[in-house]
C-alpha cells in the first residue's frame, strides 16, 4: 500500500513533534488539534503541518499560556483579521499574569522564612510553632 508522504500516523507525528502519543489524542480531544481523516484500514493520518501546530502548542505551554489562552492564539493565527497587536496584547497580559504569580510566591517564601526562624525545630511536634502558626491563619 502506498501511503502520501505528507501523511503521518499518530505514532510518527508524536515522536517528530517530541510528545508522548496520549500528548496527541489529548490535544485532538480538546480540539486543540483538528480531526484527521483515516486510511481506509482506520489510521489516523495527520496533515504535516499537524507537527508544527504540536510543537507551537509544547512551547506556547513552556511560556506559561494555559490551553484555552492557546486556543485562543490557535485561532487568532488563522483569522486574516489579527493583527500583531492583538498578539502582543495577550504576551502583555501574560506577562502580567506572571508577574502577578511571582509577587504571590515571593509573599509565600517569606511568610514560610519568618515562621521557620521562629522555629528551632526542637520540641514536640504538638508545640511547633510552625503548625501553631497555621491552625491561627486558618481559623
Partial sequence: MRRDTKSLTIGRLAKQAGVNLET???YERRGLLPRPPRSASGYRLFPAEAERRLKF??????LGFSLAEIAELLSLRVSRRTTS???RARAEAKIADIEAKM?????IKKTLRK?????DGCGPVAQCPILESLDREGA
Avoid: K, M
Fill in 115 to 119: 515562621l521557620t526562624r521562629v522555629c
Fill in 24 to 26: 496527541v489524542r489529548f
Fill in 85 to 87: 497587536a492583538e498578539i
Fill in 103 to 107: 509577587r504571590s510566591l515571593e509573599s
Fill in 57 to 62: 502548542i509544547r512551547r506556547a505551554q513552556e
